[in-house]
């Protein structure tokens, strides 16, 4: 695992709310959810999704939803963009657990964890068990 420099990634602030706040709603379980973006590849929309686990450690999305919000992003001409989900207890940086359950090269997994204030958010892509951490920079307006 290493961090390679890599370029910056733009994420409205509305959204890291959207992501902080349903953390905070379903603590101490993880929550878990999807990021869609529009046609020019920005992030528009958090979709939170029920972790079927219900557990403080690990997290798995409900394959039915799964599958319902998808055919509406395709529907409304959105692609999957990022996934995310916290860490209630530990820092948000992907375990050996998630590394292996990253099934997507190229959409961009979050994490976000309140163990901190303000409540961190960071964003990677997991590629071949290779974790590479981006840059990010929230933006006040989308
Ligand atoms: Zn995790």
Redesign the pocket.
């Known amino acids: 695992m290493t961090n390679e420099s890599s370029a910056p990634v733009f994420f409205s602030r509305a959204l890291y709310q959207s992501i902080v706040d349903h953390a905070h709603s379903v603590h101490p379980e993880?929550c878990c959810g999807l990021v869609a973006s529009d046609q020019t590849g920005t992030p528009v929309r958090v979709i939170p999704m029920t972790n079927i686990l219900h557990s403080p450690v690990r997290?798995q999305m409900d394959p039915v939803e799964q599958f319902s919000v998808g055919k509406s992003l395709r529907l409304e001409g959105m692609s999957l963009w990022g996934i995310y989900?916290s860490?209630p207890i530990s820092e948000p940086y992907?375990?050996v657990?998630?590394i292996n359950l990253a099934y997507y090269p190229d959409v961009f997994y979050l994490?976000t964890s309140p163990v901190t204030t303000p409540p961190s958010l960071r964003i990677f892509q997991i590629k071949d068990s290779k974790v590479t951490e981006f840059p990010l920079i929230l933006k006040e307006v989308d």
């Open positions: 993880e997290y989900h860490h992907p375990s657990v998630d994490l």
